[in-house]
Protein backbone atom coordinates (compact mmCIF):
# COMPACT_ATOMS: atom_id res chain seq x y z
CA UNK A 1 0.00 0.00 0.00
CA UNK A 2 1.11 3.33 -0.62
CA UNK A 3 0.51 6.90 0.55
CA UNK A 4 -1.96 8.68 -0.81
CA UNK A 5 -0.38 12.09 0.33
CA UNK A 6 3.46 11.52 -0.57
CA UNK A 7 3.40 8.68 -2.33
CA UNK A 8 5.56 6.34 0.39
CA UNK A 9 5.17 2.70 0.49
CA UNK A 10 3.56 1.97 4.15
CA UNK A 11 2.60 -0.67 6.15
CA UNK A 12 -0.98 -2.08 5.49
CA UNK A 13 -1.70 -2.01 9.34
CA UNK A 14 -0.11 1.43 9.63
CA UNK A 15 -2.68 4.18 10.93
CA UNK A 16 -0.59 7.10 9.39
CA UNK A 17 1.84 7.23 7.13
CA UNK A 18 5.49 7.29 8.61
CA UNK A 19 7.05 9.40 5.58
CA UNK A 20 4.66 12.18 5.93
CA UNK A 21 2.70 11.62 8.85
CA UNK A 22 -0.82 11.90 6.97
CA UNK A 23 -3.67 9.66 7.98
CA UNK A 24 -4.04 6.37 5.68
CA UNK A 25 -6.50 6.87 3.00
CA UNK A 26 -5.83 10.87 2.93
CA UNK A 27 -4.57 12.87 0.13
CA UNK A 28 -5.35 12.67 -4.06
CA UNK A 29 -1.76 12.94 -4.92
CA UNK A 30 -0.95 9.17 -5.38
CA UNK A 31 -2.32 6.44 -6.28
CA UNK A 32 -2.53 3.60 -2.98
CA UNK A 33 -2.21 0.48 -5.19
CA UNK A 34 1.15 1.55 -7.06
CA UNK A 35 2.31 4.31 -5.72
CA UNK A 36 2.40 6.66 -9.28
CA UNK A 37 1.43 10.00 -9.46
CA UNK A 38 -2.10 10.51 -10.12
CA UNK A 39 -3.85 13.08 -12.45
CA UNK A 40 -6.16 15.71 -10.39
CA UNK A 41 -9.70 14.58 -10.13
CA UNK A 42 -8.90 11.13 -11.84
CA UNK A 43 -11.29 8.26 -10.95
CA UNK A 44 -8.82 6.22 -12.01
CA UNK A 45 -5.24 5.40 -11.47
CA UNK A 46 -3.37 5.62 -15.20
CA UNK A 47 -0.67 3.14 -14.50
CA UNK A 48 -2.50 0.66 -12.80
CA UNK A 49 -6.00 1.07 -13.41
CA UNK A 50 -7.85 0.71 -9.87
CA UNK A 51 -10.38 3.12 -8.85
CA UNK A 52 -9.02 6.01 -6.59
CA UNK A 53 -11.72 6.89 -4.10
CA UNK A 54 -13.02 10.60 -4.58
CA UNK A 55 -11.95 13.34 -1.41
CA UNK A 56 -14.96 14.34 0.23
CA UNK A 57 -16.20 17.75 0.21
CA UNK A 58 -15.23 19.31 3.46
CA UNK A 59 -18.70 20.35 5.54
CA UNK A 60 -21.09 17.38 3.11
CA UNK A 61 -20.17 14.52 6.23
CA UNK A 62 -22.50 14.38 8.91
CA UNK A 63 -22.23 13.42 12.35
CA UNK A 64 -22.35 9.93 13.20
CA UNK A 65 -23.00 11.09 17.14
CA UNK A 66 -25.67 13.31 15.97
CA UNK A 67 -27.36 10.58 14.16
CA UNK A 68 -27.24 7.88 16.70
CA UNK A 69 -28.11 10.58 19.06
CA UNK A 70 -31.74 11.77 16.57
CA UNK A 71 -32.21 8.04 16.33
CA UNK A 72 -32.07 7.11 19.42
CA UNK A 73 -34.14 10.34 21.43
CA UNK A 74 -36.65 11.33 18.23
CA UNK A 75 -36.05 8.17 15.97
CA UNK A 76 -40.14 8.14 16.28
CA UNK A 77 -40.16 11.21 14.09
CA UNK A 78 -37.39 10.22 11.91
CA UNK A 79 -34.90 13.21 12.57
CA UNK A 80 -32.10 10.64 12.32
CA UNK A 81 -33.16 9.88 8.75
CA UNK A 82 -34.18 13.08 7.98
CA UNK A 83 -30.77 14.46 8.92
CA UNK A 84 -29.24 11.13 6.93
CA UNK A 85 -31.14 11.93 4.00
CA UNK A 86 -33.27 9.42 3.84
CA UNK A 87 -36.72 11.67 3.18
CA UNK A 88 -39.15 8.03 2.13
CA UNK A 89 -37.69 5.90 5.30
CA UNK A 90 -38.21 8.46 7.68
CA UNK A 91 -41.63 9.88 6.51
CA UNK A 92 -42.84 5.63 7.12
CA UNK A 93 -41.21 6.02 10.12
CA UNK A 94 -43.23 8.85 10.92
CA UNK A 95 -46.34 7.09 10.07
CA UNK A 96 -45.86 4.20 11.58
CA UNK A 97 -45.16 5.85 14.71
CA UNK A 98 -48.68 7.78 14.70
CA UNK A 99 -50.56 4.64 13.43
CA UNK A 100 -48.98 1.62 15.47
CA UNK A 101 -46.14 2.56 17.48
CA UNK A 102 -43.53 0.90 16.27
CA UNK A 103 -41.60 3.40 14.72
CA UNK A 104 -40.28 4.63 18.02
CA UNK A 105 -38.85 1.09 18.75
CA UNK A 106 -37.45 1.31 15.16
CA UNK A 107 -35.59 4.45 15.59
CA UNK A 108 -33.84 3.66 19.20
CA UNK A 109 -32.86 0.31 17.25
CA UNK A 110 -31.39 2.25 14.20
CA UNK A 111 -30.02 5.06 16.70
CA UNK A 112 -28.09 2.08 18.63
CA UNK A 113 -27.07 0.88 15.03
CA UNK A 114 -25.37 4.33 13.85
CA UNK A 115 -23.64 4.60 17.30
CA UNK A 116 -22.27 1.23 16.78
CA UNK A 117 -21.10 1.84 13.00
CA UNK A 118 -23.28 -0.61 11.41
CA UNK A 119 -24.70 1.94 9.91
CA UNK A 120 -21.78 4.13 8.34
CA UNK A 121 -22.87 6.03 5.80
CA UNK A 122 -25.80 8.61 4.59
CA UNK A 123 -28.02 8.50 1.89
CA UNK A 124 -25.48 9.88 -0.34
CA UNK A 125 -22.82 7.10 0.33
CA UNK A 126 -20.19 9.36 2.11
CA UNK A 127 -18.98 8.05 5.50
CA UNK A 128 -20.32 9.12 8.89
CA UNK A 129 -17.70 11.24 10.65
CA UNK A 130 -16.69 10.03 14.35
Not at 2 to 27: H, L, M, P, S, W
Not at 60 to 71: F, I, N
Not at 87 to 114: D, H, P, R, V
Amino acid sequence: MFCRNCGKEIDNNAAVCTGCGVAVGQGVNFCPNCGAQTVPGAAVCTQCGVALAQPVPAGEQKSKLTAGLLGIFLGGLGIHNFYLGYTGKAIAQICLSFCFGIGYIWGLIEGIMILTGSINKDAKGIPLKD
